[in-house]
């Protein structure tokens, strides 16, 4: 080394410490401005999961935060699609009169429930198509003549059948659980009747298809594995086979003239 490098090798490093102490100092300066935001913005980068959605939702929220539910707030009933709102009201339309009806009963005598169900069963059930139904396969070879006796008859038998099985209204109320899609033209429309205080529930599955004057009821289903139209041409064809036309008929007239004087 010459002198004169000798001469100017102590300042060298004197000035290399002071500069690295100057930018020292400095740096524990900013560090100590910085304003709030800037900490938390640093710190939400290197935490992300804790503020994330999903992350809060782990942890849980307040009761008054907007994100967290009430606990107590009951769920909402998915609402009918505007498809099946059409044979889903024509059973709601069904059973809500049948209850106004049940509920007037115990002033109106026979003729006159029979009058009022009359009504509510022309604008709720295809009655032809029951009819066919649940005679059975025999039903195409009866004359013409017969088949309007048989329509005829059928339908006063269901009318009577619900105007002599009518109890007292005890706070039942009819409830639509959901539908069932099997067809274009048919909707299962599926319901419980409740009774305040009944351990057992009663549920209904009325079937509704579309027709030429509308969507009706074709069948009945309480509970839902029991068909009624299956069940009735049952009980027809047993009478079929041991009595044929004519002793079918005479039976079911007795029977709706029993049900009169009730």
């Avoid at 000798?6 to 500069?19: D, E, N, S, V, W």
């Avoid at 049940?102 to 009359?118: G, M, Q, T, V």
């Avoid at 329509?151 to 269901?158: G, I």
């Avoid at 009478?239 to 002793?247: A, C, S």
């Amino acid at each position: 080394m010459t002198r004169r490098q000798g001469r100017f090798a102590m300042p060298i490093r004197q000035i290399h410490f002071c500069l690295w102490l100057v930018l020292a100092l400095v740096a524990s300066g900013c560090a100590q401005n910085r304003p709030p935001e800037a900490t938390a913005s640093r710190d939400a980068k290197q935490t992300p999961s804790e503020s994330s959605p999903s992350a809060t939702l782990g942890k849980g929220t307040d009761a008054d935060s907007p994100q967290a539910p009430s606990a107590s707030a009951p769920e909402a009933e998915p609402a009918i699609p505007s498809h099946v709102a059409v044979p889903v009201g024509i059973v709601e339309r069904l059973q809500s009169s049948m209850i106004k009806l049940i509920k007037e009963s115990p002033h109106l005598n026979y003729a006159d429930r029979f009058a009022a169900i009359e009504k509510i069963v022309r604008f709720s059930f295809d009655i032809p198509a029951m009819a066919r139904a649940t005679y059975g396969p025999g039903y195409g070879a009866l004359t013409s003549e017969q088949k309007r006796l048989w329509l005829k008859t059928y339908e006063q038998f269901h009318i009577s059948s619900l105007a002599g099985s009518m109890g007292k209204y005890k706070g039942q109320e009819y409830r639509t659980l959901g539908f069932l899609e099997p067809g274009p033209n048919l909707v299962i429309v599926e319901s419980k009747l409740d009774f305040p205080g009944r351990t057992a529930d009663l549920f209904i599955d009325y079937r509704v298809f579309r027709t030429p004057e509308g969507w009706r009821i074709v069948d009945v289903y309480s509970p839902p594995t029991i068909s009624e139209v299956a069940m009735r041409r049952a009980e027809y064809q047993t009478v079929l086979k041991r009595r044929g036309f004519d002793g079918l008929i005479a039976e079911m007239k007795s029977r709706i003239a029993k049900r009169e004087g009730s």
